[in-house]
């Protein structure tokens, strides 16, 4: 495991409890798959991970360039091909007040392991649960944040009611995603997905919209209620996580024939073939230039 620069066991202690990350969830973080050696969507999910950090005022304290080869290096340092890694980036050691003038700098963590399937099944069941997602104007869904506790709320409560994923919906009764993933819903060959103001930009979903536009599958973003869900012909969940993932049931309604649909295989098939080709190599990537941190 990565810890500001240097690689420790995993098992090792390394934070404090006046690391601000931990006691307040003041940090951001980032999801990302490496498949068959190749890092998938690295640059986008760095990206994603330094835009967090802007939005919360945060210093990252490295570039982008050293934060991609810390990344690559903790693989190389596990031997991995195939893994899933956790950047995590929190506003670094303070006091027991809240703030972030009394953190000195951040501290930077990668953890890696092996990762298969995140779900069971690849057909869900879901629940569409009452806790609203994080109001925009509150706490941004688009900010990765360490503060996941709306989502695990959710998760709390899909468990409790016998799904596997929880659907949000908006403070407008909108659907906005789910616990951990995009959402997609597909009635009569049209694939619909929300907007990005309630949900997290999600990088599978860009990658969803992209395989679907390439096959000639019209894609649309916008709004969709809680009647578009139950009615819908196929609904697929996206994330780097659960990856693609069909949803069969919601809220006790059999969406469409009840399995994975045939837009959704075709997704399937176009997102492995996408995850086992493209990436960066892990193995063969040039070292970055010694930046100072
Ligand atoms: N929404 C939420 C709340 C998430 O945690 C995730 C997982 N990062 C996603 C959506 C999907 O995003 P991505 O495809 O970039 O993993």
């Known amino acids: 495991m990565y810890v500001n620069g ?9 934070i404090s409890v006046f690391d601000h990350g931990f006691l307040y969830g003041d940090g951001v973080f980032e999801g990302i798959r490496a498949y068959n050696g190749r890092v998938f969507k690295l640059r986008e999910h760095v990206d994603r991970l330094f835009d967090s950090a802007k939005a919360i005022d945060l210093d990252i304290g490295m570039s982008k360039e050293a934060m991609e080869e810390a ?3 903790t693989l190389r340092k596990n031997n991995f091909k195939d893994a899933y890694i956790r950047p995590i980036v929190s506003r670094g050691n303070g006091d027991l007040g809240l703030d972030p003038l009394k953190c000195d700098k951040a501290n930077v963590f990668i953890v890696a392991k092996t990762m298969s399937s995140l779900y069971d099944t690849m ?5 569409t649960v009452g806790v609203r997602r994080n109001a925009p104007d ?3 869904p688009n900010i990765k944040s360490l503060n996941y506790l709306n989502n695990i709320l959710a998760k709390i409560e899909a468990n409790a009611k016998g799904g596997q994923e929880a659907i949000f919906l908006d403070h407008n009764g909108f659907v906005a995603e789910g616990s951990g993933d995009n959402i997609f819903i597909i009635k009569n060959g049209v694939v619909y997905t929300p907007p990005t103001i309630n949900n997290l930009k999600g990088i599978t979903r860009a990658t969803a919209i992209e395989l679907l536009e390439k096959n000639k599958i019209p894609t649309r973003v916008e709004n969709i209620s809680l009647f578009d869900v139950y009615t819908a012909d196929e609904i697929f969940v996206t994330g780097t996580a659960a990856e693609a993932a069909a949803v069969v049931w919601v809220d006790g309604r059999t969406i469409g024939a009840g399995k994975t649909g045939p837009v959704t295989a075709l997704m399937l098939k176009e997102f ?3 995850t086992s080709t493209t990436g960066t190599e892990i193995y063969t990537a040039k070292k970055a230039p010694a930046r100072a941190a």
């Open 272 to 274: 492995e073939k996408i």
């Open 123 to 127: 057909e869900l069941k879901a629940i």
């Open 138 to 140: 509150a706490l941004s």
């Open 6 to 14: 240097k690689f420790v066991p995993e098992n090792q202690p390394v």
């Open 71 to 73: 990344i690559l290096e």
